[in-house]
Nanobody
């Protein structure tokens, strides 16, 4: 079992930045590939980014490429999502998720059903 707790959300103006964190506890964190998803009101949960067990491989949705950066610190059992150049369309609840990694460079996929564990989410609101 893996428990995930997100933090770092808040209200920011368009063009601003936020860094989300997701702290994990439970089973060996470094054995898990991680993902970030988001869900806006009235919309389905959508993929944002994924990172491999060893942090060496990342994968981003097209709409965040060049603006967001996903990283992890396995010594701290934490992953981070640095979000820059935010716009109102980025407003959503952001969730981190974990899936047991098949290898150290395995990057989690972009489907919700590929992930085994989820956090409770953190709200990000971008004002225009």
């Amino acid at each position: 079992q893996v428990q995930l707790v997100e933090s770092g959300g808040g209200l920011v103006q368009a063009g601003g930045s936020l860094r989300l964190s997701c702290a994990a506890s439970g089973r060996t964190f470094s054995s898990y590939a991680m993902g970030w998803f988001r869900q806006a009101p009235g919309k389905e949960r959508e993929f944002v980014a994924a990172i491999s067990w060893n942090g060496g491989s990342t994968y981003y949705a097209d709409f965040v490429k060049g603006r967001f950066a996903f990283s992890r610190d396995n010594a701290k059992n934490t992953v981070y999502l640095q979000m820059n150049s935010l716009n109102p369309e980025d407003t959503a609840v952001y969730y981190c998720a974990a899936v047991r990694a098949l290898s150290s460079d395995y990057v989690g996929g972009n489907r919700v059903d590929e992930y085994d564990y989820w956090g409770q989410g953190t709200q990000v609101t971008v004002s225009s």
